[in-house]
């Protein structure tokens, strides 16, 4: 339940304040990408990948999109899956979720030939958007894990 | 619990629906299965995000007036002048209101160049996650929005409608790499395409289809149409050709025009109802535009 409305509010915040901020470099933090790996971390791998599944499902579906459904659900069911499982603890876990979500995703995109994927986009934005994900990984993942713990208690 | 066989299988099943749906929705296009799907959520969260873009729009223009407050006392400035010029210029104007309606009346134009446009306000963006440059606008099928509608500024053009629920709509933006607009030189009236490259919408991708003709940054493009008016009504100035790359031996030639609407910070916009009758031409340019060489 509260992971379902911590998902919910990242998605809401993400597209009506995140992504209307004009950034320099061209691109953005993702917040329900940290939101899932924050969930995750403190979940496990199956709840990780289920609620990474759902997320996914609702970022593809929540209004404005234009790409093909699916596409962030198998991203974030795979990133879900990664945070619980964990990569030798919990800061370089997060860090490899940050930077291999964006690249799965641009991956599917090029394996269905969705023509926004191009070589200048993996070159010039999906690095800035890592980097304003990580910049606002610590206060997000840990908000997410506290308010998740207090709240499951 | 850790990486057990039953963490992978639920995974690989996982990935797999993820993968079916992706394929069905690809291959379905407009005809897709996941359209209810779609629209319901389009209803749930556009109206969520209705809400919470007029929750959010005054903490925004707090924090914009923060930043801009250096430079409001010159802008206070500015405009008692330009309120003393005003003044002057509206006895003046008055005469030549009069005189104005009456050529309008004449060429009867002004009626024939306009469009139906219904105004909505921009309450949600998409950039990440995902990689298309679309808002969400608070007007939809109950204001008379259809799929494949032009949507403009008071600069110029800005995209078209992709996806209508009852009170808002998606909007792909010029600056979607995956959007194409056909659009004219004002001058020479050659045509081509236009591409976003992503990038946030400040440049685009013009694409002249005569590699003979010439091309020069500070031309002006505007809209070229399309069948019925649908998703491009022609005339709506799009940019203006910022530089021209160098494409030896290539059938098109391509130049980077920066638009006249400022992709990046959208806020007011208008969707076209109707169109007009007639092509108006390079009529709707902005003034400045207008007297640039």
Redesign the interface.
């Given at each position: 339940m509260i992971a379902a409305l911590t998902v919910v509010a990242a998605?809401?915040l993400?597209?009506?304040?995140?992504?209307?901020v004009?950034l320099p470099g061209?691109?953005?933090?993702?917040l329900?990408?940290l939101a899932v790996v924050g969930l995750a971390l403190t979940r496990?791998?199956?709840t990780g990948?289920?609620i990474?599944?759902c997320a996914?499902?609702?970022?593809d579906?929540?209004?404005?999109?234009?790409?093909?459904?699916?596409?962030?659900?198998?991203?974030f069911?795979?990133v879900g899956?990664l945070a619980g499982?964990g990569v030798r603890g919990m800061v370089p876990t997060v860090v490899v979720c940050v930077l291999v979500?964006?690249l799965l995703?641009?991956a599917?995109?090029g394996l269905?030939g969705?023509?926004?994927?191009?070589p200048?986009?993996l070159v010039?934005?999906l690095p800035a958007?890592a980097v304003y994900t990580l910049l606002l990984a610590p206060p997000t993942v840990w908000l997410v894990t506290r308010v998740h713990r207090r709240y499951r208690a | 619990m850790r990486d057990t066989r039953r963490a992978r299988l639920i995974l690989g099943l996982l990935l797999t629906a993820a993968l079916v749906i992706l394929t069905v929705d690809h291959r379905t296009g407009v005809g897709s299965p996941l359209e209810p799907l779609r629209a319901g959520g389009s209803w749930l969260f556009g109206t969520a995000e209705r809400f919470g873009a007029s929750v959010v729009r005054p903490v925004g223009e707090f924090f914009g007036m923060l930043a801009d407050a250096p430079r409001a006392h010159e802008q206070i400035k500015r405009l008692e002048a330009d309120n003393a010029r005003l003044r002057r210029d509206l006895v003046t104007s008055q005469l030549d209101r009069r005189r104005s309606t009456q050529l309008e009346r004449m060429l009867g134009l002004a009626s024939l160049g306009r469009y139906t446009v219904v105004p909505a306000n921009v309450v949600a963006r998409r950039g990440h996650p995902g990689f298309e440059d679309a808002v969400e606008i608070d007007a939809g099928a109950d204001d008379g929005v259809r799929r494949d509608m032009t949507v403009l500024n008071g600069q110029g053009l800005v995209g078209r409608v992709v996806q209508v629920s009852a009170t808002t709509s998606t909007v792909v933006l010029l600056s979607d790499p995956a959007s194409a607009a056909g659009a004219r030189l004002v001058d020479g009236d050659e045509i081509g395409v236009v591409n976003g490259v992503g990038d946030g919408g400040r440049l685009v991708r013009f694409r002249l289809l005569d590699s003979t003709a010439s091309l020069s940054p500070g031309l002006r493009l505007v809209s070229f149409g399309s069948h019925k008016g649908t998703p491009y009504v022609p005339g709506v100035p799009i940019g203006v050709i910022e530089r021209v790359e160098a494409t030896p031996g290539e059938l098109t030639r391509i130049a980077y025009a920066r638009p006249y609407a400022d992709l990046t910070a959208l806020d007011v916009v208008g969707v076209v109802v109707g169109g007009p009758r007639r092509d108006p031409r390079g009529a709707l340019l902005p003034d400045e535009a207008r007297t640039q060489p």
């Amino acid at each position: 339940m509260i992971a379902a409305l911590t998902v919910v509010a990242a998605i809401l915040l993400q597209v009506t304040v995140v992504n209307r901020v004009p950034l320099p470099g061209g691109g953005g933090p993702d917040l329900v990408l940290l939101a899932v790996v924050g969930l995750a971390l403190t979940r496990g791998p199956v709840t990780g990948a289920v609620i990474g599944f759902c997320a996914g499902l609702l970022t593809d579906l929540a209004p404005p999109t234009a790409h093909v459904a699916g596409q962030y659900a198998f991203v974030f069911a795979a990133v879900g899956f990664l945070a619980g499982r964990g990569v030798r603890g919990m800061v370089p876990t997060v860090v490899v979720c940050v930077l291999v979500a964006p690249l799965l995703a641009a991956a599917i995109g090029g394996l269905i030939g969705d023509p926004r994927v191009t070589p200048d986009v993996l070159v010039r934005s999906l690095p800035a958007s890592a980097v304003y994900t990580l910049l606002l990984a610590p206060p997000t993942v840990w908000l997410v894990t506290r308010v998740h713990r207090r709240y499951r208690a | 619990m850790r990486d057990t066989r039953r963490a992978r299988l639920i995974l690989g099943l996982l990935l797999t629906a993820a993968l079916v749906i992706l394929t069905v929705d690809h291959r379905t296009g407009v005809g897709s299965p996941l359209e209810p799907l779609r629209a319901g959520g389009s209803w749930l969260f556009g109206t969520a995000e209705r809400f919470g873009a007029s929750v959010v729009r005054p903490v925004g223009e707090f924090f914009g007036m923060l930043a801009d407050a250096p430079r409001a006392h010159e802008q206070i400035k500015r405009l008692e002048a330009d309120n003393a010029r005003l003044r002057r210029d509206l006895v003046t104007s008055q005469l030549d209101r009069r005189r104005s309606t009456q050529l309008e009346r004449m060429l009867g134009l002004a009626s024939l160049g306009r469009y139906t446009v219904v105004p909505a306000n921009v309450v949600a963006r998409r950039g990440h996650p995902g990689f298309e440059d679309a808002v969400e606008i608070d007007a939809g099928a109950d204001d008379g929005v259809r799929r494949d509608m032009t949507v403009l500024n008071g600069q110029g053009l800005v995209g078209r409608v992709v996806q209508v629920s009852a009170t808002t709509s998606t909007v792909v933006l010029l600056s979607d790499p995956a959007s194409a607009a056909g659009a004219r030189l004002v001058d020479g009236d050659e045509i081509g395409v236009v591409n976003g490259v992503g990038d946030g919408g400040r440049l685009v991708r013009f694409r002249l289809l005569d590699s003979t003709a010439s091309l020069s940054p500070g031309l002006r493009l505007v809209s070229f149409g399309s069948h019925k008016g649908t998703p491009y009504v022609p005339g709506v100035p799009i940019g203006v050709i910022e530089r021209v790359e160098a494409t030896p031996g290539e059938l098109t030639r391509i130049a980077y025009a920066r638009p006249y609407a400022d992709l990046t910070a959208l806020d007011v916009v208008g969707v076209v109802v109707g169109g007009p009758r007639r092509d108006p031409r390079g009529a709707l340019l902005p003034d400045e535009a207008r007297t640039q060489p």
